[in-house]
């Protein structure tokens, strides 16, 4: 394996479990931790370490206007889609396997392996309704979304930050983000997006 720069395997797997490495070290850890069932063990114990501490940890009152401020946040910044084509997370996972099957396929750039099928779009909102699905295990483009993002898992498993969904659920991004999931079987997803999203690294 080799760590980012400075960190340890140690070191790498608690910063990973904590959400605390750049976008970078972060992409080239999970890509050594497909490599490791070591390293995936170390993880997981990291992680379940940092959960009991929420337990253990004497709580903080959060100042009133402070409070304030982030419900502001909260209530202004939309995450995942917004358009119509949300609806079409509602049809039967059958449903849109088969239309997946129906569709005509291209690989995204770069050697990420993920092909993709567009399927609708909606003109007024700059979004678009693909498929997408990777054959085995591995890393996803890195990418930007221009605007919210919302996934369904129709097949196998998709990992964003750490957590694992599989078919029937469903994972939302804001906009003006950027992030590089991974899966660890392969999958196959449906996303509703922005036209307007771009890929990072080719």
Known sequence: MNPPESYSNADAA???????????E???FEQDLLDSTELEQAVREFEETAATLAYVAKPVPMAAALKERLWQRIATQSVGASSELLQLLDVPINQLKQKAAELSWSLLPGKSGVEV???QTEETS???AFFARKIGAGLFPNHYHASG?????????????GQVYHPG???S???KT???PKSLTGCLLLCVSSMDDDILDV
Not at 14 to 24: H, K, Q, R
Not at 149 to 161: K, N, Q
């Open 14 to 24: 608690a910063l990973y479990a904590l959400d605390a490495l750049e976008a970078d």
């Open 26 to 28: 972060r992409a080239q």
């Open 117 to 119: 099928a567009p399927w």
């Open 126 to 128: 700059r979004e678009a």
């Open 149 to 161: 993002e919302t996934v369904l898992v129709l097949d196998g498993d998709f990992v964003v930050d």
């Open 169 to 171: 659920e469903q994972v």
């Open 173 to 175: 991004a804001p906009g």
């Open 178 to 180: 950027s992030h590089q």
